[in-house]
Each structure stands twice: as structure tokens, then as C-alpha cells.
């Protein structure tokens, strides 16, 4: 007989599923596991430390990467993204961005978290993130290591999974809100200007504000060769109300004359970066 528990952590084939407070390593019965932190599965439980996951109940909302060769969930059922960035180690604003769009996409709601607000390199980053908050993401700065009260209002009665860079603090976010998680951190390679990875799978934590956090491990690619084409624009805050205006049904708002995105780009009313990156998606987009 199946019951309903959660997946609160995710292990390549292998999952933790947490039912009534009690936890078991669960394995798909089928082959293929596609399953993610914070699905509501079907278990058969096996004895006390065992269980078969059965099948996903529906979800409400999905968030996940795909390429050419396959797919990766990142977490489900979750009602806020909250992507974190750090000055040092540089950030891939494009990784940013994708992030953003992956958010529309998926019907979330996205929060901009700068970290290490107290490194003088921030200013730099809280320049080149001020046209994102222009565009009605919120933005907030903090330091991890500091203080994280600002950033517990934004997750009071949310489920909200942490993306981002390895190195820009998500792991030491998780440790700041709960301290007897007690979650592992390393050091920056500065040599390679990138952090080392950390957190190798998702985690579901219960914070005591009556939220949920996932803590996910770090990206550094965020592929959306899913998206369908023609649904790019409406992904981009900005750029939706000049859909249908271009002289070309087809427009791929590139070099053809009378685009509309072009010449919203030529007044400065599109960044050129986000352009490119509708023109990158397009022609990653099978369809």
C-alpha cells in the first residue's frame, strides 16, 4: 500500500524521502528518475530504513536545465528562485540572466540576492545589476557572515530554492539561517576565480519561519534548449510589449530591418546583452 511523502534530498538514482518526520532512502521503481527535491511522491516502504518511490504527484511548478544531450531537475513544487551573487568570485551575468528567464518560465518568482555586500568589489557588481532591478526583480544585499536577518523576511511562506555560481555564498547563506545544519563550505580558488563545489546534491531544509529552503548545487551553465521559440520574447520582462510589432512574422531580430527589438536596443530601452541572449536561446531552441 503507497502513502505521500517528500523528497528532501536527491542523490543521482537514489533519493531521502521524508514521511510524517520519518526518513527513508528511496530508489525509482522504474528506470528512469525523474524526480527532484520537493516532489510529492508515492512510496511502498520496505522495512525501517527503505522505500520505493512509485510515481510524482503533480507539480506546481518545475525548475530545470536541459541540453542537447539531456535534462537536469533542479527542484519542484518551489514558489521562489533566489539567485546569489557574490563580487569575488566574478559572476556570469549571462548565468543571471538565464536564470531569469528559466524563472518566467516556470511561473516563480525570482529574488537577485548580492552577497558579501561588504567586499569593496560590490559596488562594481551593484552597477551592473541595477538595470535588472530597473527591470522589477528585487534585489538585496547582504553579508552571510555578518548578518542574515535581511534576507528572512523574503523567505517567511516560501519554498525557495538557492541558485548559483559555486563560490558566491549559497552554502554559507544555508549555515547563516540555520546554524545546526552546520552545512560544509571551502575556501575560493582565486587562482581560478571560480569556488570550488560544495554542495554535490539538493537539500530541503524546514526554516523556523514556516518556509522552506532548497539548497542546490552550484551551476555553471544553464542550459534552455527546452524553451519553445516562440516564447522567448514574453521571457523578457522588457521585451514583451514589442511582440508582433517587428515587419517580419518571422523575425529573428537579428539583422533584419524594421525589428523592433533592434531599435529598442539602438534608444537604449533593451540592454544589448540581453538581446544577445534572446538571440542565443533562439538558436539553441529546436523548436
Known sequence: MSTVARIVQSHGKAFIVDLAGRRYVATARRKKTDYAV?????IVVLNEEQ??????QPRTSLLYRSDEWREKLIAANVTQIAIVLAAVPSFYEELLSRCLVAAEDADIRALIVLNKADLPETAAARDVL??????GYPMLELSAKTDIT??????????????GQSGMGKTTLVNGLLPDVNARTNEISTALDSGKHTTTHATLYRLPNGGEL??????QEFGMRHLRGDRLISLFPEMRQYAGQCRFQNC???????????????????????????????SECPN
Not at 51 to 56: F, L
Not at 259 to 271: F, H, P, S, V, W
Open 51 to 56: 522505500a520505493v518511490i512509485e510515481r510524482a
Open 252 to 282: 529573428r531580430h537579428d539583422r533584419e530591418p524594421s525589428c523592433a527589438l533592434i531599435a529598442a536596443a539602438e534608444r537604449g530601452d533593451i540592454l544589448p546583452q540581453r538581446l544577445q541572449l534572446l538571440r542565443k536561446l533562439r
Open 130 to 135: 541595477a538595470p535588472y532591478a530597473a527591470l
Open 214 to 219: 532548497i539548497d542546490s548545487p552550484g551551476l
Open 38 to 42: 520537493g516532489d510529492l511522491v508515492e
Open 150 to 163: 535581511p534576507l528572512w523576511p523574503w523567505l517567511e511562506g516560501q519554498i525557495t530554492v538557492f541558485v
